[in-house]
């Protein structure tokens, strides 16, 4: 069983930056991790994955302003966002599972979700 635990949220202004935190408990060997993140009245969507190896992708609104990044000996998966955006306001989840593919259904495991929301 994995358990994740999200952090990191908060009310920032656009343009400026956020650091995700995402931490495990749980065998996550090879699996993969990702943030997924759902706003107001609205379905969850793809954010970034990342691979055991540290294979990343993204979606097209994160690419080029979110990094996401893993440390497997912590057990933790980060996401850096940059030149943050009102429209990026959600609340972000954390992700595992033994697949690599962006589609939140196919992901056992959830952390709680940490809010962002991002003023103009």
């Known amino acids: 069983q994995v358990q994740l635990v999200e952090s990191g949220g908060g009310l920032v202004q656009a343009g400026g930056s956020l650091r995700l935190s995402c931490a495990a408990s749980?065998?996550?060997?090879?699996?993969?991790m990702g943030w997924f993140r759902q706003a107001p009245g609205k379905e969850r969507t793809f954010v970034a994955l990342i691979s055991w190896g540290g294979n990343t992708y993204y979606a097209d609104s994160a690419k080029g302003r979110f990094t996401i990044s893993r440390d497997n000996a912590k057990n933790m998966v980060h996401l850096q966002m940059t030149s943050l955006k009102p429209e990026d306001t959600a609340v972000y989840y954390c992700?595992?599972?033994?697949?690599?593919?962006?589609?939140?259904?196919?992901?056992?495991?959830w952390g709680q979700g940490t809010q962002v929301t991002i003023s103009s």
């Open positions: 749980g065998n996550t060997f090879n699996y993969a």
């Open positions: 992700a595992a599972g033994r697949f690599l593919v962006n589609e939140s259904n196919v992901y056992p495991y």
